[in-house]
């Protein structure tokens, strides 16, 4: 049965949300699924943006056949060839042999990776401020490359004020009914999880979003049509617009502390708690604790980018550091994380040098304020240690002031 949502009188949603799936792109856990979103406009011409992944093919192609109600489709506007969107493009093509795809150059190139059908012959190549008109509609295309593939464009819509933007103001998260963000209380419920999806999907790509909002600021903007997540408008369309200038400028969110740790007997585990509680007695409110063996690695990304003050707290572990504090380090490092005051705890029986290590993959990244304090345990906290750990409180509560 076709599952159709109206957004506005010539425009509707065709896409599907999955439960099934547990983890998007095979690395990052959807517990709450996530939805493939395509729309489609009934103009003079007809248009579909985008297509959508093939969990939700059934659905997907049954919602578009659905909302062109008979009529023959005329444009489909490929704003990014990621699987998850592009992946039934050929099946339209079959469907709708006459259909024109409207796309950039690169695109176009990447069409050709991916199937095996004649792109040259129905592509409309567009570029940066070019326009295609639909009778009562004119849409202009905005080049964002590197948001977060290089052949990512966004399509805006001149006569709603629309901005179809591809991956960017998408969330993790499947759609319950609910489309719109004004619908629910959309900074409790999907905020975490704009946040988890932006910092972890497109997170490194700072300066690249950066220009892409700079082109948005000249744009009369109602509403964002994202690929993932809830169509924006109203204070959220506002609050995702100011989250991604804070996120893609390296601006921490929370004037907090983020402390993470990796213990294998509980030692070092014991040391990160005492600190929060010392942190919490000088005053520092929202403090967050992550046991890197517990947590995601894709959550401690997300609140890397949230908080001004990062605390790492590891056991050395073959001479080196604890496996998976490694692994959350060199993924904060991939993602490009700037401007961070960082502090470090080490841990080690006989030879304590997991703190080295982890100084030398933070400190490679611009903006890191690193402090000198590092405390050093020797198996297990002392009670002559709890002046650093005081200590080491202290530097930290300074530097958020």
Not at 242 to 247: A, C
Not at 333 to 350: K, P, Y
Request: hydrophobic letters at 45%; aromatic letters at 10%; glycine letters at 6%.
């Amino acid at each position: 049965m076709q599952n159709i949502r109206k957004i506005t009188d010539s425009l509707l949603y065709v896409g599907a949300s999955s439960r099934a799936l547990s983890l998007f792109e095979n690395v990052y856990p959807i517990p709450r699924g996530t939805s493939y979103n395509s729309y489609v406009l009934l103009d003079d011409k007809t248009v579909l943006f985008d297509t959508a992944d093939r969990a939700v093919e059934g659905q997907f192609l049954e919602n578009v056949n659905g909302a062109l109600c008979g009529r023959t489709l005329d444009y489909v506007i490929v704003n990014h060839m990621e699987p998850d969107h592009c992946a039934l493009l050929e099946e339209i093509i079959r469907r709708y042999p006459d259909v024109k795809v409207v796309l950039n150059a690169k695109a176009e190139i990447m069409v050709k990776q991916f199937f095996t059908f004649d792109i040259e012959s129905r592509a409309v190549v567009v570029k940066e401020g070019d326009c295609l008109e639909t009778g009562h509609h004119t849409f202009t295309f905005v080049m964002a490359p590197m948001v977060h593939w290089p052949e990512v464009m966004m399509t805006y819509d001149k006569t709603d004020k629309i901005l179809f933007s591809a991956d960017a103001f998408g969330t993790f998260g499947a759609i319950n009914g609910n489309l719109f963000s004004d619908e629910v209380d959309f900074e409790c419920e999907w905020l975490s999880d704009a946040r988890r999806y932006y910092t972890n999907i497109v997170g490194k790509y700072g300066p690249q979003v950066q220009a892409v909002l700079k082109k948005a600021a000249a744009l009369e903007i109602n509403m964002i049509a994202p690929l993932h997540g809830l169509v924006l408008r109203g204070s959220a369309l506002t609050l995702m617009i100011d989250k991604y200038s804070k996120w893609s400028s390296y601006t921490p969110e929370e004037n907090s502390v983020m402390i993470s740790y990796g213990s294998v007997y509980g030692n070092t585990a014991n040391a990160a708690e005492l600190l929060a509680a010392r942190l919490a007695d000088k005053g520092v409110k929202n403090i967050s604790i992550f046991d890197v063996s517990a947590t995601d690695s894709a959550e401690i990304v997300a609140a890397a980018f949230k908080y001004r003050v990062l605390v790492f707290a590891s056991t050395t572990y073959n001479n080196g550091i604890f496996i998976n504090m490694e692994n959350v380090l060199h993924d904060i490092s991939a993602h490009c994380l700037q401007n961070r005051t960082v502090a470090f705890i080490q841990n080690g029986s006989w030879a304590p040098v997991s703190g080295k290590h982890m100084e030398d993959i933070i400190s490679a990244l611009k903006g890191m304020n690193i402090i000198d304090k590092k405390v050093t345990l020797k198996s297990s906290l002392k009670e002559s240690q709890l002046d650093e750990i005081e200590a080491l409180a202290d530097e930290i509560v300074n530097s958020l002031k």
